[in-house]
């Protein structure tokens, strides 16, 4: 009996290491990364389309258009009229605990752009982060659908629309206007950035505002979570409209006589539901 338990043991030994050693043998194989590099003329090109599923998007100011992705999915780069159209075939997938020391999850997507203005950027992801950085565009359409990120450095954007479950969105010495930015859950960042007749809004999160240029001029609500925002310098002519349902407002600002300085033209309304509003 004991001796046919080590046989039974035996076996199931060398099956369970050969069968292993042939699945890390096809693994290694199947989670090789691609790299896919594509360049264009600049003077045709007004559209931008991105579809990724879990490449981290990365789109910068270059000499010309230029498309470089490194990962597992094949990737789609085709150009149509005056629209680039770039997608990756990779289904949609949860993130989660992988034993495979081949497997590299983060494939990366990176588009340069011209020093020219954009008719269209329009960006849907799933699983990833987008930095966007140096670009101009008169319209942006930004679409998260999972979780992740989103980066917007140094660019100047007409009318924007990102629409984000539970994302952040950090934006930083840009020039907005006409926008929508609406966070599921997560946090709005605001940084040195001009912002006009535009709205933000978290819906679980917080939103903080940093060294906001004075001619601003927006709407911004949190429906569970605080506001805060801090001006760059003294501003002139900004009046505020402050609207915690439940919380409190914080004024920490001498230049600001009951929310109101000069001729109160620039106007600001922040609201919460739940939670307070700070001004620094």
């Given amino acids: 009996m004991k001796r046919l338990f080590l046989t039974g043991l035996t076996m199931f030994l060398v099956f369970f290491s050969l069968g292993s050693i042939v699945w890390f043998l ?3 194989h199947h989670s090789q990364t691609q790299t896919t590099e594509k360049a264009y003329k600049s003077g045709n090109i007004e559209r931008l389309n991105v579809d990724a599923n879990n490449a981290d998007v990365y789109i910068k100011k270059g000499q010309h258009f230029h498309v470089n992705y490194d990962g597992k999915a094949k990737i789609n780069i085709s150009k149509q009229n005056e629209t680039l159209q770039i997608s990756d075939s990779q289904a949609s997938r949860k993130r989660m605990l992988d034993v495979n020391p081949f ?3 983060k494939e990366r997507l990176e588009i340069t752009i011209p020093d020219k203005e954009l008719n269209e950027l329009n960006i849907t992801t799933r699983v990833g982060e987008a930095y966007i950085n140096d670009v101009k565009s008169r319209n942006v359409m930004i679409w998260y659908e999972s979780t992740g990120q989103i980066n917007i450095d ?3 954007f007409d009318r924007t629309s990102i629409k984000a479950k539970d994302s952040l969105v950090n934006i930083s010495d840009s020039n907005l206007s006409d926008s ?3 966070v599921l859950k997560g946090k709005i960042t605001v940084n040195q950035t001009l912002v006009r007749k535009s709205v933000f ?3 679980e999160g917080s939103m903080v505002l940093n060294n906001m240029k004075p001619e601003c001029d927006f709407k911004g609500s949190v429906n569970h979570g605080d506001i805060s925002m801090h001006y760059v310098k003294p501003p ?3 009046m505020l409209k402050l609207t915690p349902e439940k919380g409190n407002i914080n004024v920490n600002a001498s230049h600001l006589h009951q929310g109101k300085n000069g001729k ?8 919460t539901n739940h939670g307070d509003i700070n001004i620094n």
């Fill in 26 to 28: 096809f693994e290694a």
């Fill in 103 to 105: 497997n590299k999850s």
């Fill in 154 to 156: 140094n660019c100047y």
């Fill in 180 to 182: 929508d930015i609406s």
């Fill in 201 to 203: 809004k978290v819906n």
């Fill in 236 to 238: 002139k002519d900004v």
């Fill in 264 to 271: 109160g033209t620039h106007l600001i309304e922040l609201y």
